[in-house]
């Protein structure tokens, strides 16, 4: 079975400056889609950004950057001029090609003014 | 309107009631999903399934059943309601075949069971 890791229960980062979030997971798999998910106070679940593991190149939306390390099975995220919108849980998650989603436990992030 | 519809947004009820959620979309996705969220334990799946004639257990489907009335539609059942079901529900949908896009999800169920 798939399992997907988020060390940091929380973090917080300045208003403006950089945070990685940390995802690792585990898989025999060697097609597979992984994802960050954003989950505001509102609770709605918002897809940040999509990586394809037959991708080499790191996926990137605006602030929002991968880097994906296939080999250690690592997918981090970092959000760049950090804002206060995105005070956030993010889920890293996990899908083999036409199942479903695996989700890690989530990273609660706290953007300070 | 939103493309994942669920109802109720939030809902209290009593250990031993039935209660059912429900959850209702306009993408015309043949895939659909229910996971709950829980703090520390991310989002798990309870029931999937891939088309109106396809149901699935996910990881945590004991105490659930779930229903898949037509292509937009799948409901989600607790047949007696008991506290350790208190948790936030998901619905999500997700296709067509042949593309992995991540998840359309509703906007959530807030259950307590007290």
């Known amino acids: 079975a798939q399992t997907v890791t988020q060390s940091q229960p929380e973090m917080s980062v300045q208003e403006a400056e950089t945070v990685t979030l940390s995802c690792t997971y585990d898989?025999?798999?060697?097609?597979?889609?992984l994802f960050w998910y954003k989950q505001p106070p509102s609770r709605q679940m918002i897809l940040v950004i999509r990586?394809?593991?037959?991708?080499?190149q790191n996926a990137t939306e605006n602030r929002f950057s991968v880097n994906f390390q296939k080999a250690a099975k690592s997918f981090s995220l970092k959000i760049s001029d950090s804002q206060l919108g995105d005070t956030a849980m993010y889920f890293c998650?996990?899908?083999?090609?036409?199942?479903?989603?695996?989700f890690g436990a989530g990273t609660r992030l706290t953007v300070k003014p | 309107d939103a493309d994942v519809t669920q109802t109720p947004r939030n809902r209290i009820t009593k250990t031993g009631k039935r209660i059912m959620l429900e959850c209702s979309q306009t993408?015309?996705?043949?895939?659909m999903y229910w996971y709950r969220q829980d703090p520390g334990l991310g989002l798990r799946l309870i029931y999937y399934s891939f088309d109106v004639k396809d149901i699935n257990k996910g990881e945590i489907s004991d105490g659930y059943s779930v229903s898949r009335q037509a292509q937009a539609k799948f409901s989600l059942s607790l047949e007696s309601a008991i506290p350790n079901q208190t948790a936030l529900y998901f619905c999500?949908?997700?296709?067509?075949?042949?593309?992995?896009?991540?998840?359309?999800f509703g906007s959530g169920t807030r259950l307590t069971v007290v």
């Open positions: 990586q394809e593991a037959y991708k080499q």
């Open positions: 998650a996990f899908m083999k090609l036409f199942n479903d989603m695996r």
């Open positions: 898989t025999s798999e060697n097609n597979y889609y």
């Open positions: 993408k015309g996705h043949d895939r």
């Open positions: 999500a949908t997700s296709g067509p075949t042949g593309t992995n896009y991540g998840y359309t």
